[in-house]
């Protein structure tokens, strides 16, 4: 599907939310702000560490919708996944199938897959974020050992 019209798919990482907002981009934009900041259900999960956002990205699909794509603090399983996916106002037949997909992956060769497909210029944003992240998450890693290494809590022989 994603090759015959030209789009790229992306799966998402352990620790990754991909949503499909089925509502132009500006109005989606709009109500997930309102839905992250105000909704009880995103609350209580948020309290507890089960979906803490570390960062996220809009994109703008082919049909003019947006996607978002949300970095968490931990990592997260698919069930856990699909749920915050309705919470945060996935559409919700994208996320019933997923869970259908999810339950049958157990009993056929069919590998589940929860991906969001988007154009080429979307996908060099997405591909860059993702990067960045990367790089911002290693610093902070190096940072937390150069400053362990400084209060002689490890040796260079800890860290090899």
């Not at 994109?59 to 978002?68: E, P, Q, R, V």
């Not at 990592?75 to 919700?92: C, F, K, M, Y």
Request: charged share 25%; net charge neutral; hydrophobic share 40%.
């Amino acid at each position: 599907m994603a090759k015959e019209s030209d789009l790229v798919a992306f799966f998402p990482m352990p620790d990754e939310l991909l949503l499909d907002l089925d509502e132009v981009y500006e109005t989606a934009v709009i109500k997930t702000q309102a839905r992250l900041t105000n909704d009880a259900a995103v609350k209580v999960l948020s309290r507890a560490g089960a979906i803490m956002m570390w960062s996220h990205l809009y994109t703008i699909s082919k049909s003019g919708n947006a996607h978002l794509y949300i970095k968490t603090s931990e990592s997260l399983t698919d069930q856990e996944r699909i749920v915050a996916h309705l919470l945060l106002g996935s559409d919700p037949v994208r996320e019933a199938y997923n869970l259908v997909r999810l339950r049958d992956s157990d009993n056929s060769d069919r590998p589940y897959c929860m991906a969001l497909f988007e154009t080429q210029e979307q996908a060099i944003v997405v591909r860059k974020w993702r990067l960045d992240l990367s790089i911002q998450r290693a610093k902070a890693r190096l940072a937390t050992v150069r400053s362990a290494m400084s209060l002689g809590k490890y040796s260079t022989h800890d860290i090899t």
